[in-house]
């Protein structure tokens, strides 16, 4: 063992006390700035940060908020004593620099003017009392997303120059392709959430059809049983029709797979044999909404549609640390593998069944990464086993989760 | 024949974990299927994985070395789930987070946050296993006379099996069964072993006198000890003693210090007072049985230890990946309220076994291996067949508190090292084919047996301590980091991931290094002594102060969803919430 005098380890433990949380402002704050490079190439690192800290708040669009938080930058690269922003109707968002007081309340007119006329509007101010005023020019210039006026971006001076013009020009017109970005952004999750829409799973056309003939035929031999099968249809509907949550728990989903398999096995009689082991710890996992019923779907037209022996499905969940793994297994005709890659990669016109599948791997690819998608082992006349693997905690999952049990 | 009872707890986890428990095998029955774990059963599940070796062995071990302050750790342990109870079961349930990361993520929307959580994690996971695999090391020379090294080896072999072979399957039932493997093998002796103290005329500790042999006993010292004798006493020696080599000589031990070689055996006859290390004298009987006496500024060390346990149970990896298994936060409460009274059931015992330990066993003060004292007492007090049964019993019973805990510990660790490092890879491949996906399974579990491996290597090298010690100071490292993080996560709007940040790096970083220096080797005595094994009484409000100043000062960036994430963990499950 070393030793360690008392007095040296009380200094150590003072200096770890000192610097700790000094070394993790640092390191939090991160290096950024190291000086080097000749003096303009400095000024043009400088201008390029300004930019980069003005760029992220703009990327959610003009609003009160974002324009609060990126005008400080904006006046820090033109270097102008005060700057303002407006919406497209020209109130003012926001105010940077001395003299609101004065100047603020002419700023409107001056923006209806450039969003008018969808030109830069150069002014001399004259109704400033005071007689020092730096606030002398104003040069407003509209800012255009997609030829629509979005806003203006009113810039002050004690010296008009065309300096100043060219200016605010350069950098409306950066603002401006900011705000294109945050529009495109917004499209890009507009069309991303309309495809997990278009993706959400449906029951298949051919499951409601088999259902009600078969309800059909009890309806005299078994009225009670009709009755019960009815019944459970319209709480396997309800289930798959709702309209909120795109996520559910997995003792909801099995919940609806045994409505699912009670209907089928109606319909099979005692064909279809089904077993399942459930590991009560991977219960409350948060799934996407009804990515399980189509694999079973899947797994007993496969398995059993086309055979007259009964057929066997199994149903695997098993806990795995962060992950629940999950599979349907059936030992019924199986396809081939090369088929299968091509019809899950959308090159292979699907038949009726194989859809459920690609939609499924499509919506679990979406969802948690492409590291989730659907691991499936067959071969034509060994059954099928579908591989499904859920992340426990997913951020996204998380903020969508159903409320109550 | 002990090594038979390690031999066939070892198997069995590895059997369970490979094979899995299948009550019934598969069912058809949805409705069976579905039934969630009842709150009683995951609150055993929570005890069995919760009682480590420093419940099973440390906490007699350090009460048989410094007496009634150390009755303070069960306390601390159990009570640590009080706070639980009242401040975080339920809301950590609600928000969905499966790890202290998840936490950090989706409270406060940060990457940067949850890196650091997940760095913590894993090395408070480490420094917990730590202790668990040297226990396993120390009760496997004791029952067998195996080399230190061997311990770890086999719980690491064990954990890896279970790990590998794709996490413990109904894991729930396994560790519910462990609690009642731990309780079972120490309540059944504890019985006898009372019995055969009334029978030896109920003694107590000598009030003014250091311990000492109540009959003739041999002690084997394994690696070489400097230490004190306070009075001449003639004994008989193998092996070597300062310079001489001996060979079964009778030898008078002169008052003073005597270095006792490795591999050497001494018998002392009976009466004989107990030679301690030197310059770490044993507390005389009064002090021993009295409150606050016989260490070093017992008062702070008492509170030091009383915030670490309090507060840093719920930062434990291993106990918050549990509560996932309750169906709703309701039902969180309801096991956290059960798990309370299982521990304190489970507390009431060791302290017995450290009391007996004082008595019948005080040849550990010497060669420091106090931990050993329960393994040790039913030979001692009892003999013959029916005390090497009891000795049986115990040793199972350890080895599942090892097994358990260490299992759980590594399962946690992995899950955290898993999901970091997959999410690292999937930022940089593009879309994969169902056998890249396939490969992706084996990869995290290979990570599970890296993260077993790690801790045993450092057991192997790091200086021994004793086992409660070294999970008091996991604790104080989860208290100082991840109690601010949760408690004010889940009870103030005000947090940034800034301060969050600043926080866990000055909380969890002082007291890593303070771990550090005392794994290394601490200063002897004195208040930095103290200061650095017991931290948590300075550090968890250090932690607090700069989580808070910090978040006070980054006032901007409070994260824009923290209303609605905070609406959702207070808000009860059967109050339906108005969707957006």
Known sequence: MLGFSTATTALLAGLLLVLLPAAALVALRGARHRQYGTAQERAAYETLHTASLAAPPLRAGLGTDSARRSVKHLRALLGTPALALTDAAGEVLVWDGREADQHAAGVPELARQALHSGRTVAARIDACERLDCQLRHAVVVPLAVAGRMEGALAVYAAQSSAGTVRAADEVAGWVSTQLELAELDRSRAAAAEAELRALRAQISPHFIYNSLSTVASFVRTDPARARELIVEFAEFTRYSFRRHGDFTSLAEELRCIDRYLLLERARFGGRLEVSLRVAPEVLSVVVPFLCLQPLVENAVRHGLEKRTGPGHLTIVAEDGGSEAFITVEDDGAGMDPSDLALMLAGDLPVEAAGIGLRNVDERLRQTYGDAYGLVIDTAPGAGTKVHVRVPKFHPHAVQNAPGGP | ?580
């Open chain 2, 1 to 580: 024949m002990s090594a038979a009872a390690v031999a066939l707890v070892c198997l069995a986890t590895a059997l369970f974990s490979v094979y899995g428990l299948r009550p019934g095998k598969a069912t058809s029955d949805f409705y069976v299927a579905s039934r969630a774990v009842s709150p009683t059963r995951n609150a055993y599940a929570i005890g069995g994985e919760y009682l480590s070796a420093a419940s099973y062995l440390g906490i007699a071990g350090l009460i048989l070395a410094f007496g009634a302050d150390m009755l303070w750790y069960g306390v601390g342990y159990t009570a640590g789930y009080l706070v639980l109870l009242a401040f975080v079961a339920a809301p950590l349930r609600r928000s969905g987070a499966y790890t202290v990361p998840d936490f950090a993520e989706a409270r406060l929307q940060s990457r940067k946050v949850r890196r650091i959580a997940a760095v913590l994690v894993v090395l408070i996971g480490w420094l917990y296993l730590l202790p668990q695999l040297q226990g396993a090391g120390l009760t496997l020379r004791t029952v067998t006379g195996a080399p230190l090294w061997a311990g770890p080896l086999v719980v690491t072999a064990v954990v890896i099996i279970t790990v590998a072979s794709g996490g413990m399957r109904s894991v729930t039932l396994v560790q519910a069964f462990q609690y009642w493997l731990k309780l079972t093998a120490l309540a059944v002796p504890v019985l006898f072993l009372l019995l055969a103290w009334r029978a030896d005329g109920a003694p107590w500790p000598d009030a003014a006198a250091p311990p000492s042999f109540r009959a003739a006993t041999t002690v084997t010292v394994h690696q070489a000890i400097n230490v004190e004798v306070r009075d001449p006493v003639r004994v008989t020696i193998d092996g070597t003693l300062d310079t001489a080599r001996l060979h079964d000589d009778p030898v008078l031990l002169t008052a003073g210090e005597h270095r006792i070689g490795d591999e050497t055996r001494v018998r002392f006859p009976a009466g004989a007072h107990v030679p301690h290390p030197v310059g770490e004298p044993p507390p005389h009987g009064s002090d021993w049985t009295r409150p606050l006496s016989g260490t070093d500024h017992p008062v702070y060390a008492t509170y030091a230890l009383l915030i670490a346990t309090l507060l840093g149970t719920m930062g434990l990896p291993h106990v918050i990946v549990r509560f996932y298994t309750n169906p709703d936060g309701g039902a969180a409460r309801r096991t956290t309220w059960t798990v309370l009274w299982l521990l304190a059931a489970f507390y009431l015992l060791p302290p017995v076994y450290g009391a007996l330990g004082r008595l019948y066993t005080p040849e550990l003060l010497m060669t420091g291996r106090t931990d050993a004292t329960v393994l040790l007492l039913p030979d001692r007090l009892l003999g013959g067949p029916g005390g090497t049964l009891l000795g049986m019993l115990l040793t199972a019973g350890a080895f599942a508190a090892f097994l358990s805990t260490a299992s759980g510990l590594t399962m946690s660790v992995a899950g955290v090292l898993g999901q970091e490092l997959e999410r690292y890879r999937a930022a940089r491949t593009g879309r994969r084919t169902s056998d890249e996906a396939r490969g992706e399974v084996r990869r995290l579990r290979m990570a599970g047996v890296a993260a077993a491996c790690v801790p045993c290597l450092l057991s192997l090298v790091v200086v021994e301590r004793p086992v409660a010690d070294v999970v008091g100071l996991a604790f104080a490292v989860a208290a100082s980091s991840f109690c601010p993080l949760l408690l004010l996560g889940i009870w103030w709007r005000g947090l940034t991931p800034h301060g969050a940040a600043a926080g866990l790096l000055a909380g969890g970083g002082a007291t890593l290094c303070t771990v550090a220096v005392t794994m290394i080797g601490p200063p002897k005595d004195g208040w930095a002594q103290v200061l650095l094994t017991r931290p948590a009484a300075w550090s968890v409000p250090l932690a607090f102060a700069v989580m808070i100043g910090v978040s006070l000062l980054t006032r901007r960036h409070v994260p824009p969803g923290t209303a609605q994430s905070l609406l959702r963990l207070h808000t009860p499950e059967s109050v339906q919430l108005p969707r957006r």
